[in-house]
Nanobody
Framework: QVHLVESGGDSVQAGGSLRLSCTVS???????????LTWFRQVPGKEREGVAS????????YYADSVKGRFTISRDNAKNLMYLQMNSLKPEDTAMYYC??????????????????WGQGTQVTVSS
């Protein structure tokens, strides 16, 4: 079992920065398997969008085109934390942000249907 808890969401003005955190537990399983850890976001009426991804070895980072150059995914293994540093925020970044995990089979996907472990979400609101 993998348990995920997000935090760090807030309301900011356009151009500002936020850092989201995801506490990742289930480390007993991580000793034997590689997992994909991915940040998703969702606005009402739209599908959940993969934003940034990496595996538990810190390999294969993936970024959606809409966030490349502005967002950075990272992981602190000692603290079992995953981060999403978001800079130069835009109003269109407003969404509920989720972290998700799945045991890795091939490349880490940005498709929400491939993930079976989810956090509860943290809200990010960017005003113009």
């Amino acid at each position: 079992q993998v348990h995920l808890v997000e935090s760090g969401g807030d309301s900011v003005q356009a151009g500002g920065s936020l850092r989201l955190s995801c506490t990742v537990s289930g480390y007993n399983d991580f000793a034997y398997y590689t997992y994909c850890l991915t940040w998703f976001r969702q606005v009402p009426g739209k599908e959940r969008e993969g934003v940034a991804s990496m595996d538990t070895g810190g390999r294969s980072p993936y970024y959606a085109d809409s966030v490349k150059g502005r967002f950075t995914i990272s992981r602190d293994n000692a603290k079992n934390l995953m981060y999403l540093q978001m800079n130069s925020l835009k109003p269109e970044d407003t969404a509920m942000y989720y972290c998700a995990a799945v045991r890795r089979r091939g490349a880490c996907s940005g498709d929400y249907r491939d993930y079976n472990y989810w956090g509860q979400g943290t809200q990010v609101t960017v005003s113009s």
